[in-house]
């Protein structure tokens, strides 16, 4: 008797997206985005993702983004709305735990559990809703404790190669 396959996406298997784009505009971020529904979901992150536990990133939930834009990479040009550049910092796919709830219930009641297999980033995180901020739509991303989780500051990942961009 063979065990069923297990298609539970943390090898790859379950085909729900993520990618994390850093867009270098008028302040640097890296746009979050999770598929859901048929759209991306999408935070920008000030300091990226990380991998530690004890970094709570502040993520501003923006707009639903169409799948397809998972694969934009290049410049927005000068006069649009984010113009500068955009480069692919991870993608993969990802896996929704919270248990009782859809993931867009999970997000209407202000806390997303999941999985993420990425290149950079992987293992379990956690979307929190801020109720009491001064921005609007402020979540925070939070590496939950697993076999993936490093200690201390997380900075090591974050590529340099347009930190010296001269701004317009
Ligand atoms: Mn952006």
Redesign the pocket.
């Given at each position: 008797m063979g065990k069923p396959h297990k298609t539970d996406g943390a090898n790859g298997s379950n085909g729900l997206i993520f990618v994390v784009q850093r867009?270098q505009?008028t302040h640097l971020?890296y746009?979050f985005r999770l598929e859901m529904n048929g759209v991306l979901k999408s935070w920008?992150i000030p300091k990226g993702p990380s991998m530690s536990p004890s970094d709570r990133r502040l993520a501003v939930m923006v707009e639903d983004h169409p799948l397809y834009y998972a694969g934009f990479e290049g410049i927005i040009a000068e006069g649009n709305y984010?113009a500068g550049t955009v480069e692919i910092w991870d993608h993969g796919t990802w896996q929704p735990d919270n248990k009782l709830e859809s993931p867009l219930q999970a997000l209407r009641n202000g806390s997303l559990e999941f999985t993420l297999n990425g290149e950079k980033i992987k293992g379990k995180f956690v979307l929190v809703k801020m109720e009491h901020s001064r921005t609007e739509n402020a979540w925070l991303l939070i590496k939950r404790h697993d076999q993936y989780a490093v200690s201390g500051d997380y900075d090591g990942e974050r590529p340099t190669k347009y930190y010296k961009t001269a701004s317009h």
């Open positions: 867009h505009a971020h746009d920008a984010g």
